[in-house]
C-alpha cells in the first residue's frame, strides 16, 4: 500500500490495486497523447482496438488459455451469462445443474426458461455434494466454482468423463488461480471481483461449441457472433476493458514469495486465507460454517456468536478502516472478501481487530 486508504473487504465491485488507480487517474483525461478519455475513444478506433488486444493477449497469458478457446469481452454480468449461456448451449435440451450455493441456484432457475433442467447435486450451501446424477444426454453441466454468497470452492474442477461440456461461472475466483482448460467447455465471470470495474463480462468458450444458439438469442449475446466481431460486434464496456488490461499488466508483473504472476497471486490468496481461517477457528467468539474441504479463498462468511453484536462489530470495523464487511442479506453474518487486490496487510489489520473486538466484547 502506498497510502492509508482503508482496507475495503467488498464482494463486489471490489477492491483495486492502487497502483491500477493511479495510473487510470494520471491518464483519464489524455491516454498515452491521443487527446482523448479512453471513455471518449472509438471501440473501433486503433487506440481503443490496441488496448483492447493487449489486454487479451496479457489474459491469455496470465490464465495459459489454450487457442482452441475464444476469449470474449462481453456485458450483462454474471446474472446475464446464465440466460446467455443456455441460450447458446442448451439447443433447447437438457441441462444438468449442480448446486451448491446461492449462485448456481439463481442459474438454475434461469437456464430453466430455455432449457430441461435437472439438478444433478445439491448441498446445503456449507459443502460441495458428492453424489451427483447426470444425464449422457445433457448439453452441459453447470457448476459454479466459487460461491460468492456462501464461501463454497472447487478447489480442483470436476472432471467429467461422460463427454457433456462442463461450465464454470467461476466470477469470483476468476485470476486468483490457475485453471485446468482440459476440462473446461466454457467458462465466465463479470470483472468486478478480480479483474476490474462493473461492467465487463468475461467468457472463455471452446471453438466447437459455437454456432448453436436458440433462435431467440439476441445478436449481441450469440457467441459466435461476438467472437467472429472480436467483441467489438456491438461497443463493447470500453472503460472496463482498460482498467482490466492495467490489473493484467499488473498481475503480470506482481512478486511474492519468490514468485511471479498468477504463481505469485495464488500463494498470496492461499496465505491471506489461510491466516484468516486460523484466527475463525482458534475463536468461540465467531464461527465459519463451511466444510474444510471447500472453503473459499476468496469469499469468508462467518458469525457472531452473539448476533446481537453484529452492529457495533460493523461500526468499530468501519472506524478501524475495515469496510465493507456485511454478509449478503440473504445469509447474514460478516463476510471478508479477500480478493487478489487485498493486500496481506490488511487481513493482518482485520485479523488483529478481530482479537481485540472479542477481548472487549467476548
Same mark, same amino acid.
Given at each position: 500500500?502506498?497510502?492509508?486508504?482503508?482496507?475495503?473487504?467488498?464482494?463486489?465491485?471490489?477492491?483495486?490495486?492502487?497502483?491500477?488507480?493511479?495510473?487510470?487517474?494520471?491518464?483519464?483525461?489524455?491516454?498515452?497523447?491521443?487527446?482523448?478519455?479512453?471513455?471518449?475513444?472509438?471501440?473501433?478506433?486503433?487506440?481503443?482496438?490496441?488496448?483492447?488486444?493487449?489486454?487479451?493477449?496479457?489474459?491469455?497469458?496470465?490464465?495459459?488459455?489454450?487457442?482452441?478457446?475464444?476469449?470474449?469481452?462481453?456485458?450483462?454480468?454474471?446474472?446475464?451469462?446464465?440466460?446467455?449461456?443456455?441460450?447458446?448451449?442448451?439447443?433447447?435440451?437438457?441441462?444438468?445443474?449442480?448446486?451448491?450455493?446461492?449462485?448456481?441456484?439463481?442459474?438454475?432457475?434461469?437456464?430453466?426458461?430455455?432449457?430441461?433442467?435437472?439438478?444433478?447435486?445439491?448441498?446445503?450451501?456449507?459443502?460441495?455434494?458428492?453424489?451427483?446424477?447426470?444425464?449422457?444426454?445433457?448439453?452441459?453441466? +453447470?457448476?459454479?466454482?466459487?460461491?460468492?454468497?456462501?464461501?463454497?470452492?472447487? +478447489?480442483?474442477?470436476?472432471?467429467?468423463?461422460?463427454?457433456?461440456?462442463?461450465?464454470?461461472?467461476?466470477?469470483? +475466483?476468476?485470476?486468483?488461480?490457475?485453471?485446468?482448460?482440459?476440462?473446461?467447455?466454457?467458462?465466465?465471470?463479470?470483472?468486478?471481483?478480480?479483474?476490474?470495474?462493473?461492467?465487463?463480462?468475461?467468457?472463455?468458450?471452446?471453438?466447437?461449441?459455437?454456432?448453436?444458439?436458440?433462435?431467440?438469442?439476441?445478436?449481441?449475446?450469440?457467441?459466435?457472433?461476438?467472437?467472429?466481431?472480436?467483441?467489438?460486434?456491438?461497443?463493447?464496456?470500453?472503460?472496463?476493458?482498460?482498467?482490466?488490461?492495467?490489473?493484467?499488466?499488473?498481475?503480470?508483473?506482481?512478486?511474492?514469495?519468490?514468485?511471479?504472476?498468477?504463481?505469485?497471486?495464488?500463494?498470496?490468496?492461499?496465505?491471506?486465507?489461510?491466516?484468516?481461517?486460523?484466527?475463525?477457528?482458534?475463536?468461540?467468539?465467531?464461527?465459519?460454517?463451511?466444510?474444510?474441504?471447500?472453503?473459499?479463498?476468496?469469499?469468508?462468511?462467518?458469525?457472531?456468536?452473539?448476533?446481537?453484536?453484529?452492529?457495533?462489530?460493523?461500526?468499530?470495523?468501519?472506524?478501524?478502516?475495515?469496510?465493507?464487511?456485511?454478509?449478503?442479506?440473504?445469509?447474514?453474518?460478516?463476510?471478508?472478501?479477500?480478493?487478489?487486490?487485498?493486500?496481506?496487510?490488511?487481513?493482518?489489520?482485520?485479523?488483529?481487530?478481530?482479537?481485540?473486538?472479542?477481548?472487549?466484547?467476548?
Amino acid at each position: 500500500m502506498t497510502s492509508a486508504r482503508p482496507f475495503n473487504f467488498s464482494a463486489g465491485p471490489a477492491t483495486l490495486p492502487e497502483p491500477v488507480l493511479r495510473q487510470v487517474a494520471a491518464e483519464m483525461l489524455d491516454w498515452h497523447g491521443s487527446g482523448m478519455s479512453v471513455m471518449e475513444m472509438s471501440h473501433r478506433g486503433k487506440e481503443f482496438i490496441s488496448i483492447a488486444e493487449a489486454a487479451e493477449r496479457d489474459l491469455r497469458e496470465l490464465l495459459s488459455v489454450p487457442e482452441g478457446f475464444r476469449v470474449l469481452f462481453m456485458q450483462g454480468g454474471g446474472l446475464g451469462e446464465n440466460a446467455i449461456v443456455p441460450m447458446n448451449l442448451s439447443r433447447g435440451g437438457k441441462v444438468d445443474v449442480v448446486v451448491t450455493g446461492s449462485w448456481s441456484r439463481k442459474s438454475a432457475a434461469e437456464a430453466r426458461r430455455y432449457a430441461d433442467v435437472q439438478i444433478a447435486a445439491e448441498g446445503n450451501g456449507r459443502e460441495i455434494p458428492r453424489d451427483w446424477r447426470l444425464r449422457d444426454d445433457a448439453a452441459y453441466v +453447470h457448476v459454479c466454482t466459487n460461491e460468492t454468497i456462501d464461501g463454497v470452492e472447487f +478447489h480442483d474442477l470436476p472432471h467429467l468423463t461422460h463427454g457433456v461440456p462442463l461450465v464454470i461461472d467461476c466470477s469470483s +475466483h476468476l485470476l486468483s488461480r490457475p485453471i485446468d482448460w482440459s476440462r473446461v467447455g466454457l467458462a465466465f465471470g463479470g470483472a468486478q471481483k478480480n479483474i476490474g470495474p462493473a461492467g465487463l463480462t468475461l467468457v472463455f468458450v471452446r471453438e466447437e461449441l459455437l454456432g448453436h444458439a436458440l433462435d431467440i438469442c439476441p445478436s449481441a449475446f450469440n457467441y459466435a457472433t461476438v467472437a467472429a466481431a472480436h467483441s467489438m460486434f456491438n461497443t463493447p464496456p470500453t472503460f472496463a476493458i482498460y482498467v482490466a488490461g492495467l490489473v493484467f499488466q499488473w498481475a503480470r508483473q506482481f512478486e511474492y514469495a519468490g514468485k511471479r504472476g498468477l504463481a505469485a497471486l495464488e500463494q498470496r490468496n492461499i496465505d491471506k486465507a489461510g491466516l484468516l481461517y486460523s484466527a475463525l477457528d482458534a475463536s468461540g467468539f465467531y464461527e465459519n460454517r463451511v466444510d474444510l474441504a471447500c472453503r473459499s479463498r476468496m469469499n469468508v462468511p462467518f458469525f457472531l456468536q452473539d448476533e446481537a453484536l453484529n452492529e457495533t462489530f460493523l461500526a468499530e470495523a468501519k472506524a478501524a478502516g475495515l469496510l465493507q464487511l456485511k454478509g449478503h442479506k440473504t445469509v447474514g453474518g460478516m463476510r471478508a472478501s479477500i480478493y487478489n487486490a487485498m493486500p496481506l496487510e490488511g487481513v493482518q489489520a482485520l485479523v488483529g481487530f478481530l482479537k481485540d473486538f472479542e477481548a472487549r466484547h467476548g
